[in-house]
């Protein structure tokens, strides 16, 4: 294994949180409530696809593609306006540790977010200098469960594949990762992300995983 291209949101820094209120706030504008047991649903999915979600759950139909982009710019400047204060204490717990290891060790790093955020946020952690290649939402057209974002970033790094292990806290992701012919370890529930090699609890985890052994 030469190169670990990680997810963003929830590997890295808990901005899930924030993607969530804000599409709450907008489902409320919307007269409906967007409870967190849907939330699953929203995680490492385009902001598009996210808002088909929010607006299925609402049982909300008969949007016209214009309507739809203004509801979706307007959960992003929501969630622009959450994110403004963002900083290293929202760094998931083990994430710098297990960056400062692998490289170490001589593994390439890689950010694969579909957020077209992410690179701004990487630069708001104080993390940009931790990643060889930053592929976000808007480098890359087809969202997760597409394998591009990760297929990008090893081509960017220029590690073929097979040779690249992905961490993602989405099932989108894991489906991600091995549509790209990737391995990729979890961080979270082993029953919604079972279908990864190996599934940790929680980033603090990440450090004690044999990446050779996977
Ligand atoms: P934006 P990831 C994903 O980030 C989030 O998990 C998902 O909830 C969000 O809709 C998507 O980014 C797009 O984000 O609206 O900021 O472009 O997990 O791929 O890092
Ligand atoms: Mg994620």
Redesign the pocket.
């Known amino acids: 294994m030469k190169a670990v291209i990680f ?5 890295v820094v808990n ?2 949180k924030y ?1 969530y209120l804000a599409w709450k706030k907008l489902a409320g504008d919307l007269g409906f409530d967007f409870d967190i047991r849907h939330n699953e649903r ?6 598009m ?2 808002l088909n979600i929010v607006l299925e759950v609402g049982g909300i139909t008969g949007y016209s593609q214009e309507q739809k982009e203004e509801l ?1 710019d307007r ?2 400047q929501y ?1 622009l306006t959450m994110i403004e204060n963002l900083d290293q204490s929202e760094i998931l717990p083990g994430i710098p540790e297990f960056l400062d290891k692998i490289r170490n060790a001589g593994y390439k790093t890689a950010l ?7 690179g701004m946020i990487l630069r708001k952690l104080g993390l940009e200098s931790k990643f060889d290649v930053i592929v ?2 808007n480098l890359v057209e087809k969202p ?1 469960p597409d394998p591009e ?1 990760f297929v990008k970033g090893a081509q960017l790094l220029n590690i073929p594949c097979e040779e690249c292990i992905v961490v ?3 099932k989108a ?1 894991v489906e991600a990762a091995h549509a790209g012919h990737m391995k990729c370890i979890g961080i979270g529930d082993p029953m919604i992300l079972g279908e990864a090699e190996k599934v940790v609890n929680s980033t603090e985890e990440l450090v004690t995983v044999d990446l050779e052994h996977i």
């Open positions: 997810d963003l949101d929830g590997v901005t899930a993607h929203l995680k490492g999915v385009s902001r696809e996210s979706a959960k992003n969630y694969g977010s579909a957020s077209k955020s992410g976000d939402g997760k974002v993602e806290d989405a992701g």
